[in-house]
């Protein structure tokens, strides 16, 4: 049973504040629901050959994204079987022939296996085959690499999303390439900017920007459209008539379109898709031009990074089919917005005279739908609303 109900009848309200202050709540998030959600860890053009890689660190946990020699994508936990060694740093990335612990240099294949342990031999006192690098539930769909750290997960990501295939996969989003990520550190409560990512009562005020092109009127609608507390939706910003992709002027950015509509494929009107994930707040917006993902990590109580990523097709061409920083120019901007909302929010969340005041149902939704899903997930939280000393 949830600890509170948000439900006010003609309104809905956020959280009270220990909800967004308490350590001990924020260490049970990490898993009830960090633990227990299929989360976007990268793409697979960042490993397109066996023994490439990248690391993904979340929710105190780290893993190693590497294409196997079978040409698989699988996630080792970042853990030597023999004395726990971090193996890879989490700067690291790029390739490698066998993941080699730097400590005592035990050796893994690309799949985990263990290979060599030097002055052991297999079996001398201990069977290689029982320390193999432990895995993670991973999942490609439509090129973007999920991961679930649960050992029980839940069923298949691209079943989940299956309502997006269609739109999605006229992109061709495994032919795509990520050609900019910029980390914003926010130093918020990770919910803060999951809500603000999941309303657009805020757009006009504080996103001028983004309003250039972004449909507020079917931006609403669309919200209202999402119905009961799912975690996984196809989901998409609409664009103003006449606009071609989310950008400064609705024109797009990049010349090379992506997928069928490269091949002479009728673009529709107003074209746009994607994904969203709640409540862990990753969303990936595409157009027939250039696509963003944005994801959130949380770092602390009052600490969370959300990750920017940009995509185009994968033989565009910088300085030929694209200016860098004509690609970047809204989310960036957007982005640091969001960021800069959420930290001040913070500020007065954390005030004596905070209370949870009326939210829109007909405004923002997307709030309510993810904050009962929230709720419902982590449960019965009354013993650890505590708040810091
Ligand atoms: S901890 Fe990795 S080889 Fe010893
Ligand atoms: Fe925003």
Known sequence: MPTTTIDRGAYFTSLPQPYYLSPSLYEEELELIWGRQWLLAGHVSQIPAPGDFFTFEIARESLILIRGDDGEVHALYNVCRHRGFRICDPTQGGHMKRILCPYHAWQYGRDGELLHAPKHADGDPFAYADYGLH??????????????????PLPSIGAELAAADESMGVLQPERMKIVKTIEYPCAANWKLLMENELECYHCAPSHPELCNTLS?????AHHNEWGPDRPYFYSWM?????????????????RKPFGEYAEGREVPEGFASGFLVQPTCTFAMFYVDHGITAKLIPNAVGEATLVGDWFVHEDAVEGVDYDLDELVGLWD?????????????????ASRKYAPGPDSKRYEPGIESALNLYLEMVGD?????????
């Open 333 to 349: 901007i957007t982005h640091r917005q969001d960021i800069e909302l959420a930290n001040r929010q913070q500020l007065g969340i």
């Open 216 to 220: 507020l009127a079917e931006m609403h």
């Open 238 to 254: 609409p664009l103003k008539n006449g606009a071609k992709s989310l950008t400064m002027d609705g024109e797009t950015v990049v």
């Open 135 to 152: 895995e993670a539930a991973v999942e490609v769909w439509q090129g973007f690499i999920f991961v679930h750290l649960s050992d029980d």
């Open 381 to 389: 939280v009354s013993g650890l609303l505590d708040l810091p000393g």
